[in-house]
């Protein structure tokens, strides 16, 4: 005979909740997703001479070396408008989304004994780790609002469709970490291997330079690739917001579908496996 009753509220400790009931113990501990990162974004670069300055200095440094190598050697600049920009734009946003993807890999693993000392919904992990990442992306901003305006782009109405660019890539993003999460709870390797698919990935993105420009009727298979991957699109769209780039107009609704369905997925995907995470 069970020895749990429905009736008085007792339910087994790895009973599944309904998506309602598990949203809905999400918000009630909404505080906690936003402490969580505030505070390690405070003490993240604490112990550096410059603190929290490198939350801009290492993407900044990075487009410099990026600028240098793929503008000034390779030619990748060639006929972009205002290349530093369009760099600074790709580069920025696409940290957005490797950090998210890294740090969620690491958001069961590295709180192990909060998750024993304290119950609560296991998907604020990762949700945490994304939302600190998006804290951070905010002074990125900044500072691809300063290169636009220090590079004669200047800001224009297109600002107002930003919000909506950044919850389709929070989508992207909050759903690769469920998936990340979870899978590096069950195989540690996963968090050395997510870094080297990131690398891989940039390179296929158009980050550094047009990947369209590559993905003509010789490249079939590279074609294929650009049209299905939405952080192509993404970055297009944050592109546009900033300097006016053309926008694939199906294809950016395509790579809104996909987020969405990412986050869908990643979402029930993380939560099927809740009765394992912290356990010994």
Same mark, same amino acid.
């Given at each position: 005979?069970?020895?749990?009753?429905?009736? %008085?509220?007792?339910?087994? !400790?790895? %009973?599944?909740? $309904?998506?309602?009931?598990?949203?809905?113990?999400?918000?009630?501990?909404?505080?906690?997703?936003?402490?969580?990162?505030?505070?390690?974004?405070?003490?993240?670069?604490?112990? !550096?001479?410059?603190? +929290?300055?490198?939350?801009?200095?290492?993407?900044?440094? !990075? *487009?410099?070396?990026?600028?240098?190598?793929?503008?000034?050697?390779?030619?990748?600049?060639?006929?972009?408008? +205002?290349? @530093?920009?369009?760099?600074?734009?790709?580069?920025?946003?696409?940290?957005?989304?490797?950090? $998210?993807?890294?740090? =969620?890999?690491?958001?069961?693993?590295? +709180?192990? =004994? @909060?998750?024993?000392?304290?119950?609560?919904?296991?998907?604020?992990?990762?949700?945490? #780790?994304?939302?600190?990442?998006?804290?951070?992306?905010?002074?990125?901003?900044?500072?691809?609002?300063?290169?636009?305006?220090?590079?004669?782009? =200047?800001? $224009?109405?297109?600002?107002?469709?930003?919000?909506? #660019?950044?919850?389709?890539?929070?989508?992207?993003?909050?759903?690769?970490?469920?998936?990340?999460?979870? @899978?590096?709870?069950?195989?540690?390797?996963?968090?050395?291997?997510?870094?080297?698919?990131?690398?891989?990935?940039?390179?296929?993105?158009? *980050?550094?330079?047009?990947?369209?420009?590559?993905?003509?009727?010789?490249?079939?298979? @590279?074609?294929?690739?650009?049209?299905?991957?939405?952080?192509?699109?993404?970055?297009?769209?944050?592109?546009? *917001?900033?300097?006016?780039?053309?926008?694939?107009?199906?294809?950016?609704?395509?790579?809104?579908?996909?987020?969405?369905? *990412?986050?869908?997925?990643?979402?029930?995907?993380? #939560?099927?496996?809740?009765?394992?995470? =912290?356990?010994?």
């Amino acid at each position: 005979m069970s020895t749990f009753d429905p009736a %008085a509220g007792l339910r087994p !400790t790895d %009973a599944t909740l $309904s998506a309602r009931a598990y949203l809905q113990a999400l918000w009630r501990r909404r505080d906690f997703a936003v402490a969580m990162p505030a505070e390690t974004i405070r003490s993240r670069h604490q112990n !550096t001479f410059l603190g +929290n300055v490198w939350h801009l200095g290492n993407p900044l440094l !990075t *487009v410099g070396v990026y600028l240098i190598v793929f503008g000034g050697l390779l030619g990748a600049d060639r006929g972009i408008d +205002n290349y @530093l920009l369009w760099l600074t734009v790709g580069v920025f946003t696409y940290r957005l989304t490797s950090s $998210s993807v890294l740090g =969620g890999s690491t958001a069961i693993t590295s +709180n192990q =004994g @909060l998750m024993r000392a304290l119950k609560f919904p296991r998907a604020l992990l990762p949700i945490s #780790v994304v939302i600190g990442e998006i804290l951070t992306f905010g002074f990125e901003l900044a500072a691809i609002a300063v290169v636009a305006v220090a590079t004669g782009q =200047g800001l $224009s109405s297109r600002l107002l469709a930003l919000p909506f #660019v950044l919850a389709v890539h929070t989508m992207l993003n909050l759903g690769g970490a469920f998936i990340a999460a979870r @899978l590096s709870d069950g195989f540690r390797d996963m968090q050395q291997i997510i870094p080297f698919l990131f690398r891989l990935l940039q390179f296929v993105s158009g *980050v550094m330079y047009p990947i369209g420009r590559y993905a003509d009727s010789d490249h079939a298979w @590279l074609h294929r690739f650009v049209v299905w991957n939405p952080i192509v699109h993404i970055l297009e769209m944050y592109r546009w *917001v900033f300097m006016a780039a053309p926008v694939d107009v199906p294809a950016a609704l395509l790579s809104i579908g996909t987020s969405a369905a *990412v986050l869908v997925f990643g979402f029930r995907f993380f #939560v099927a496996a809740e009765h394992r995470y =912290g356990r010994p």
